[in-house]
């Protein structure tokens, strides 16, 4: 890592919780926050023993809150004992909450179900009693790889009931990428389904699980959920219907007591960054964290509906669609197929339909969303909302006004979450009844959590200054391994600043109130003459240009300025891209950010290549913007055809 990452982008709004909702919020003001920080800032342990005192339900009470003897490797709550999906399910059966919604499931050809929080332990419990019967143990590894439908999500409880590991695989994944995932985990059984709906199509899951497993010799038991109904082939002996399984199986099922530093799951981290490595949870940490989040981030009330759109294939479906939304006790709405399906509405339709409050998605989601244009949200009643929420990239701000004004009303906080799949939960992020939100920025760090900017020595930087983001210290909800490859966890966290810091690879600056502005990836970063500049910043201002939709920045080699910028842009409905446009935007960043920054050339693009969580592959986009063929895993990328049409112009 070398020199420090120049920030160049500014933005001066404010805006201040609105008063309405600062007066009902689980966190209220600044000095709430405040008051939390100096608690976890005087006694970090005693801050955390009590949060996990108060929020998790132990089958044996902890004594030593963390064990942090042999860093990287820290062990929380270590001699305590509790179930995840006890936590989840069984602490509600008790209370009111029994037959309240703890799933809302909308499929995408438009059939619906709802579970209770006693229907989805019952169903979980019969569940975990049939894998159970085809001899999966505490501490083996499943494999789930599922449309988005309550199955998916029973089947993950089921696993944690009986203290099995889960691994999610991605429904959009291929064939090669589920049988890498598969012998990495050292999976015996397979949960699948026969196939889901997505953009009007069925997506074979089967048919991609039998070629996988060809390659898959200790796998024992496919079962295979019967979702669309078109025919898939059954390989006997190894191959069960998930009807079958179910049928006669017992609806009690004791939750198995493990340590709290039992794996929980083991989630790829997306291919963005070269080969899939296995990241591994916890139990206990990583439920606090999902917890804890629920009410202060999402400000989680009983009477709340909570959608959160990502996919369980990723972690943020895991802690909040699945973990930390059920052990809080909200109603988590669930969704099956593509937010344009059959209409560019459909999103919003749904939010009308089960009055949704809490509506948490990606940036990237909601800039193609606006490109469609406004009238497809006013199409429907968006009032019930009261609170928005992003994830997965810096949000620019034009993109975050559009999602105020339109979808929020202009009344509703929206919460910029920064967070990674490796840290379990939010890190930096607004509390929406507390903090004032800048658009653009994730804000503060949760309360309990330590976060700083620091230079390639791991110097502490003064404002605005760019570096490296970074924990000081470890949280619950944090990874504790990667699986098989302990070397490679403490190599790529904790190996940067000597062992001291947490750091996964973003750039960042403070700015004078201490708020976080996310860079974005360091790799990404492009060096012009001396200059690093962080690509979100050059996006965001084209993306700040009224005709610009969407737009990725990758650097290419230049004999004179070591690199030169490439932009890829997307322009809105309707508008032709030219010679003059071309110019137009150029000057546009210029103006924006200063001449350093102006793209040496703009390529006009229907489409970027991303990956299925999102995230546009970067690399992929150099070799473009450099001239060679593309190299390297695509099996994480979700639209083939992108690519290709990339590379033909
Ligand atoms: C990376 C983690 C945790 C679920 C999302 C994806 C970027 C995430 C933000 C945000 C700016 C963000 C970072 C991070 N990122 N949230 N609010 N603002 N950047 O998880 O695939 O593990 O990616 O996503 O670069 O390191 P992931």
Same mark, same amino acid.
């Given at each position: 890592?070398?020199?420090?990452?120049?920030?160049?982008?500014?933005?001066?709004?404010?805006?201040?919780?609105?008063?309405?909702?600062?007066?009902?919020?689980?966190?209220?003001?600044?000095?709430?926050?405040?008051?939390?920080?100096?608690?976890?800032?005087?006694?970090?342990?005693?801050?955390?023993?009590?949060?996990?005192?108060?929020?998790?339900?132990?089958?044996?009470?902890?004594?030593?809150?963390?064990?942090?003897?042999?860093?990287?490797?820290?062990?929380?709550?270590?001699?305590?004992?509790?179930?995840?999906?006890?936590?989840?399910?069984?602490?509600?059966?008790?209370?009111?909450?029994?037959?309240?919604?703890?799933?809302?499931?909308?499929?995408?050809?438009?059939?619906?179900?709802?579970?209770?929080?006693?229907?989805?332990?019952?169903?979980?419990?019969?569940?975990?009693?049939?894998?159970?019967?085809?001899?999966?143990?505490?501490?083996?590894?499943?494999?789930?790889?599922?449309?988005?439908?309550?199955?998916?999500?029973?089947?993950?409880?089921?696993?944690?009931?009986?203290?099995?590991?889960?691994?999610?695989?991605?429904?959009?994944?291929?064939?090669?990428?589920?049988?890498?995932?598969?012998?990495?985990?050292?999976?015996?059984? /397979? &949960?699948?389904?026969? @196939? $889901?709906?997505?953009? !009007?199509?069925? %997506?074979?899951?089967?048919?991609?699980? =039998?070629?996988?497993?060809?390659?898959?010799?200790?796998?024992?038991?496919?079962?295979?959920?019967?979702?669309?109904?078109?025919?898939?082939?059954?390989?006997?002996?190894?191959?069960?219907?998930?009807?079958?399984?179910?049928?006669?199986?017992?609806?009690?099922?004791?939750?198995?007591?493990?340590?709290?530093?039992?794996?929980?799951?083991?989630?790829?981290?997306?291919?963005?960054?070269?080969?899939?490595?296995? /990241? &591994?949870?916890?139990? @206990? $940490?990583?439920?606090? !964290?999902?917890? %804890?989040?629920?009410?202060?981030?999402? =400000?989680?009330?009983?009477?709340?509906?909570?959608?959160?759109?990502?996919?369980?294939?990723?972690?943020?479906?895991?802690?909040?669609?699945?973990?930390?939304?059920?052990?809080?006790?909200?109603?988590?709405?669930?969704?099956?197929?593509?937010?344009?399906?059959?209409?560019?509405?459909?999103?919003?339709?749904?939010?009308?339909?089960?009055?949704?409050?809490?509506?948490?998605?990606?940036?990237?989601?909601?800039?193609?969303?606006?490109?469609? @244009?406004?009238?497809?949200?006013?199409?429907?009643?968006?009032?019930?909302?009261?609170?928005?929420?992003?994830?997965?990239?810096?949000?620019?701000?034009?993109?975050?006004?559009?999602?105020?004004?339109?979808?929020?009303?202009?009344?509703?906080?929206?919460?910029?979450?920064?967070?990674?799949?490796?840290?379990?939960?939010?890190?930096?992020?607004?509390?929406?009844?507390?903090?004032?939100?800048?658009?653009?920025?994730?804000?503060?760090?949760?309360?309990?959590?330590?976060?700083?900017?620091?230079?390639?020595?791991?110097?502490?930087? @003064?404002?605005?200054?760019?570096?490296?983001?970074?924990?000081?210290?470890?949280?619950?909800?944090?990874?504790?391994?990667?699986?098989?490859?302990?070397?490679?966890?403490?190599?790529?966290?904790?190996?940067?600043?000597?062992?001291?810091?947490?750091?996964?690879?973003?750039?960042?600056?403070?700015?004078?109130?201490?708020?976080?502005?996310?860079?974005?990836?360091?790799?990404?970063?492009?060096?012009?003459?001396?200059?690093?500049?962080?690509?979100?910043?050059?996006?965001?201002?084209?993306?700040?240009?009224?005709?610009?939709?969407?737009?990725?920045?990758?650097?290419?080699?230049?004999?004179?300025?070591?690199?030169?910028?490439?932009?890829?842009?997307?322009?809105?409905?309707?508008?032709?891209?030219?010679?003059?446009?071309?110019?137009?935007?150029?000057?546009?960043?210029?103006?924006?950010?200063?001449?350093?920054?102006?793209?040496?050339?703009?390529?006009?693009?229907?489409?970027?290549?991303?990956?299925?969580?999102?995230?546009?592959?970067?690399?992929?986009?150099?070799?473009?913007?450099?001239?060679?063929?593309?190299?390297?895993?695509?099996?994480?990328?979700?639209?083939?055809?992108?690519?290709?049409?990339?590379?033909?112009?």
């Amino acid at each position: 890592m070398s020199a420090e990452i120049e920030s160049v982008l500014h933005e001066n709004r404010v805006f201040d919780p609105p008063a309405a909702f600062a007066t009902q919020a689980n966190v209220r003001g600044m000095d709430a926050y405040r008051a939390m920080v100096a608690k976890a800032e005087a006694d970090y342990e005693g801050y955390w023993g009590d949060l996990a005192r108060e929020h998790l339900d132990w089958i044996k009470p902890f004594t030593r809150v963390l064990n942090w003897d042999h860093p990287p490797f820290a062990r929380w709550f270590e001699d305590g004992l509790l179930n995840v999906a006890a936590n989840c399910l069984d602490r509600h059966l008790t209370t009111w909450r029994k037959n309240k919604a703890a799933i809302v499931w909308e499929g995408e050809p438009g059939d619906t179900r709802t579970l209770t929080y006693q229907e989805l332990h019952w169903e979980t419990c019969r569940f975990a009693n049939a894998l159970k019967g085809l001899g999966v143990q505490t501490g083996d590894r499943v494999v789930i790889y599922m449309p988005m439908v309550p199955e998916a999500a029973i089947a993950m409880l089921a696993c944690a009931r009986i203290g099995a590991t889960h691994s999610v695989v991605f429904g959009g994944f291929s064939a090669e990428a589920l049988k890498d995932r598969i012998l990495d985990a050292g999976a015996r059984v /397979v &949960v699948t389904a026969d @196939g $889901g709906w997505r953009r !009007g199509a069925v %997506v074979p899951l089967k048919d991609f699980v =039998d070629e996988a497993l060809t390659h898959c010799p200790d796998v024992r038991h496919a079962v295979v959920l019967k979702r669309t109904g078109h025919p898939v082939s059954m390989t006997d002996g190894r191959d069960l219907w998930w009807h079958d399984v179910v049928a006669g199986a017992p609806s009690r099922c004791e939750a198995v007591a493990v340590s709290p530093e039992h794996p929980l799951f083991i989630l790829y981290t997306s291919g963005s960054t070269g080969k899939p490595k296995g /990241v &591994v949870h916890s139990s @206990g $940490g990583y439920l606090l !964290g999902g917890i %804890v989040t629920m009410q202060w981030v999402f =400000d989680l009330k009983d009477t709340d509906t909570f959608w959160c759109t990502a996919d369980i294939g990723w972690v943020t479906g895991h802690t909040y669609v699945v973990y930390g939304a059920l052990a809080a006790g909200a109603t988590s709405v669930m969704y099956e197929g593509a937010p344009t399906t059959p209409h560019a509405g459909r999103f919003w339709e749904l939010v009308e339909k089960h009055k949704v409050t809490t509506f948490y998605t990606a940036p990237t989601a909601i800039r193609a969303l606006n490109k469609l @244009g406004d009238e497809w949200p006013a199409k429907y009643d968006l009032s019930s909302l009261r609170l928005l929420g992003t994830v997965g990239e810096p949000i620019n701000p034009e993109a975050w006004m559009w999602y105020h004004k339109v979808i929020g009303g202009g009344t509703c906080p929206i919460v910029d979450t920064w967070w990674q799949t490796e840290t379990g939960s939010h890190l930096i992020s607004p509390l929406p009844g507390a903090t004032p939100i800048k658009p653009g920025s994730a804000t503060l760090a949760v309360p309990g959590i330590f976060a700083d900017v620091v230079n390639d020595q791991g110097k502490s930087l @003064g404002p605005d200054q760019g570096g490296y983001l970074v924990i000081t210290k470890p949280w619950p909800s944090m990874i504790r391994t990667v699986h098989g490859d302990p070397e490679r966890y403490k190599q790529n966290y904790w190996g940067h600043f000597g062992g001291r810091y947490y750091f996964a690879g973003d750039g960042a600056r403070k700015d004078k109130d201490g708020y976080f502005w996310i860079m974005g990836r360091v790799d990404d970063v492009i060096n012009v003459a001396g200059h690093r500049l962080g690509t979100m910043e050059i996006e965001s201002a084209l993306v700040s240009h009224g005709k610009v939709a969407e737009a990725a920045v990758v650097g290419f080699p230049d004999d004179i300025k070591g690199e030169g910028i490439f932009a890829f842009v997307i322009l809105h409905r309707g508008v032709t891209g030219d010679d003059a446009l071309v110019k137009v935007l150029r000057d546009h960043v210029a103006h924006e950010i200063g001449a350093i920054a102006r793209p040496d050339r703009i390529r006009f693009t229907e489409g970027l290549p991303k990956t299925r969580s999102g995230k546009i592959m970067r690399r992929l986009l150099r070799d473009i913007a450099a001239g060679r063929d593309t190299q390297g895993d695509i099996s994480t990328l979700e639209d083939q055809k992108t690519l290709e049409s990339l590379r033909e112009d």
